[in-house]
């Protein structure tokens, strides 16, 4: 769909387009100005902002240089580092530290990622070892976090200083009902992530309550609404413009959770802006998405 829909924007806007390297770039050229996409990145903000954006641990260590709300993060490099920077943050007495610090309750994720991908809840020093050497193969730095008790997560679009797009994500949690099969309660919860995946032949009990993931990822099941109570909705509005007042951004979307203590808290921000996974759940979704990278392009060229 974003491909189709910014060969549709091109159009209108008399741009010419060029998709290249297997599609992840898109080379934009209008009155002998030429602008580059890659993949949903939008070269709007600095270089070195997007680096910042990219970067987990990074982007924690800013918010909080600014004092806003934001999950703890802490970086971990592999052991065999031994650059001054890694200092206290690469071996495996330095890891165990932080584990026994957070009550052994973290989360661990790589540095640099998306989707959810290589994310795990963590409870038990077995797992922990077992989990970082995975990660460690693939990845120069990953960050462990304390586990949040989230209640909501939610996605807040920002645009020249403006919020263009404000949603929930609900995870994929199902209630039995005594009668139906798993793989229909959770068809019922999402048709369009559940009907293709393997999921077990059970049927839970009458209230029997059935996570199919902890993470709010709609790449992994989750799904979107724009309803929000008012008052909370205002809170989230104020937080997302205040880190983007202080971060300076022009074009990025902010995740913000609401912990079971309500409390409201910045898990990152995100440099490439995906809309289109959120388009098959809230109204006029693909007009939505389209108006927002439209303007996104036009501020491309006004420079």
């Known amino acids: 769909m974003y491909k189709e829909i910014i060969k549709e924007i091109c159009q209108e806007l008399d741009i010419k387009y060029t998709f290249l390297s297997k599609n992840w770039i898109v080379k934009l050229e209008q009155n002998n100005k030429v602008r ?107 960050s462990i976090c304390p586990y949040y008790h989230i209640k909501n997560e939610y996605r807040v679009i920002i645009l020249n200083n403006e919020i263009k797009l404000l949603y929930k994500k609900i995870n994929p949690i199902v209630i039995g009902d005594g009668k139906k099969a798993l793989k229909e309660l959770l068809n019922d919860f999402n048709k369009y992530y559940f009907y293709d995946k393997d999921i077990p032949n059970i049927i839970p009990k009458k209230d029997e309550v059935y996570a199919y993931d902890f993470k709010f990822n709609l790449s992994r099941g989750s799904i979107a609404t724009l309803n929000i109570e008012k008052h909370l909705k205002e809170k989230l509005e ?66």
């Open 36 to 142: 580059y996409l890659t993949g949903n990145k939008f070269d709007l903000n600095g270089h070195a902002l997007g680096n910042i954006m990219d970067d987990k641990y990074a982007t924690y260590e800013v918010l909080n240089s600014f004092n806003i709300p934001v999950c703890v993060h802490n970086i971990f490099y592999r052991e065999n580092n031994h650059n001054s920077f890694a200092s206290n943050c690469h071996t495996k007495k330095d890891m165990l530290a932080i584990f026994n610090k957070y009550n052994k309750n973290i989360v661990i994720k790589p540095n640099h990622g998306s989707m959810g991908i290589g994310v795990y809840h963590i409870t038990n020093e077995s797992d922990l070892l077992e989990k970082t050497k995975l990660l460690f193969k693939d990845n120069y730095s990953i």
């Open 238 to 303: 104020l937080l997302a413009l205040n880190v983007s007042n202080k971060v300076n951004l022009s074009f990025a979307s902010i995740d913000i959770i609401e912990t079971t203590d309500n409390n409201l808290l910045v898990m990152e921000i995100n440099s490439g802006v995906t809309i289109d996974k959120v388009t098959r759940y809230i109204k006029n979704g693909r007009n939505i998405a389209k108006e927002i990278y439209k303007e996104a392009i036009i501020k491309l060229f006004e420079d």
